[in-house]
């Protein structure tokens, strides 16, 4: 079945340092979706990436979907405190079949 | 704005013991989901319900059951609780299909001793 890796498992940065999390899938995706979620909390869609070598940004956050449509990639710049939490990433190889990557968890150090 | 609501936040059963965990969401979504998370597991699905009357199983559907009341509701039933399945349940839905968006509830913390 359709497998979702995620690297790196966790990250501790300093504030303002800049941060990369990578999605890689084991067959060709239809679209991917970035979630974010706070401790605690539940997760929080942030965006979808459809097009082979889609670029997408959000403020700080840059969102990469590879040439191949295996691998996606999260790249924050100048880390701050409220970018603390797990990133999932979750990749769609069809209508239902929605595959979650395992989470990068991300800590800043003030 | 309610979104996606999840009963209980909490709850520790004995094994053996069986509970149902409730999800509803008023968006007026089709599809809805019933995941669990276990720690350096990311998110598994247990069971999916593409729209009002269907039913399909997904990652890890063992031990568990589903029932897809109405197009609002969707819960998700333990029969005999075992301590494999503590863990924290969360509902999600989405518009139309799993390759959508979707919006999560704040979870069930589940304990099973």
């Known amino acids: 079945g359709q497998q979702v890796m995620q690297i790196p498992q966790y990250q501790h940065v300093q504030e303002g340092e800049d941060f990369t999390t990578y999605c890689n899938s084991s067959t060709t995706l239809s679209n991917i979706q970035w979630y974010k979620q706070r401790p605690g909390g539940h997760p929080v869609f942030l965006i979808q990436l459809v097009k082979s070598g889609e670029v997408k940004k959000q403020k700080r956050l840059t969102f990469q979907f590879g040439e191949a449509k295996k691998n996606s990639s999260l790249h924050i710049t100048a880390t701050q405190t409220t970018d603390v939490g797990t990133y999932f990433c979750?990749?769609?190889?069809?209508?239902?079949?929605?595959?979650f990557g395992t989470g990068t968890k991300l800590q800043v150090i003030p | 704005n309610a979104g996606v609501t999840q009963t209980p936040k909490f709850q520790v059963l004995k094994t053996g013991q069986s509970m149902t965990l409730q999800c509803a969401q008023d968006?007026?979504?089709?599809?809805m989901y019933w995941y669990r998370q276990d720690p350096g597991m990311g998110l598994r699905l247990i069971y999916y319900?593409?729209?009002?009357?269907?039913?399909d199983k997904g990652e890890v559907p063992n031990g568990y059951n589903v029932s897809r009341l109405n197009k609002r509701e969707f819960s998700l039933r333990l029969e005999s609780a075992a301590p494999s399945q503590t863990s924290v349940y969360f509902c999600a839905s989405s518009v139309q299909g799993s390759n959508q968006p979707q919006h999560f509830g704040d979870g069930t913390r589940l304990s099973i001793l």
């Open positions: 319900s593409a729209s009002e009357g269907t039913t």
């Open positions: 979750a990749g769609s190889g069809g209508y239902q079949k929605v595959t």
């Open positions: 968006m007026n979504h089709n599809s």
